[in-house]
């Protein structure tokens, strides 16, 4: 199994971005699959997640009604569009998978993506 995410970047306060999430591996469509994010000095905070079977999402109260998560099971591929972004989202962005884990929230995971740089300027 191997998740890359991309689509990282720096934007202002209210901007947008699309994260995406690359997996590759049998389990696409049956694993839920984590967004997670680490900023410098601050606990890692699972923000969003979609599950397999089903698609159901999950966010974070400090996202919600702001994010939104979604898969193309044809391409293999979750994204996360992210609007209105604060200062506070500024962090780096991973994708993560718990194998035979297909429920939300993912709170660990055993494969992982790279991470992807979001900063937000005031």
């Known amino acids: 199994v191997q998740l890359q995410a991309s689509g990282g970047g720096l934007v202002q306060t209210g901007g947008s971005l699309r994260l995406s999430c690359v997996f590759s591996?049998?389990?696409?469509?049956?694993?839920?699959i984590g967004w997670f994010r680490q900023a410098p000095g601050k606990e890692r905070e699972g923000v969003s997640c979609?599950?397999?079977?089903?698609?159901?999402?999950y966010y974070a109260e400090s996202v919600q009604g702001r994010f939104s998560i979604s898969r193309d099971n044809a391409g293999n591929t979750v994204f996360l569009q992210m609007n209105n972004l604060k200062p506070e989202d500024t962090a780096v962005y991973f994708c993560?998978?718990?194998?035979?884990?297909?429920?939300?929230?993912?709170?660990?995971?055993?494969?992982r993506g790279q991470g992807t740089q979001v900063t937000v300027s005031s």
């Open positions: 993560g998978v718990l194998s035979g884990w297909d429920t939300c929230p993912v709170y660990e995971y055993n494969y």
């Open positions: 979609i599950t397999g079977e089903h698609g159901s999402p």
């Open positions: 591996g049998s389990s696409f469509g049956y694993d839920a």
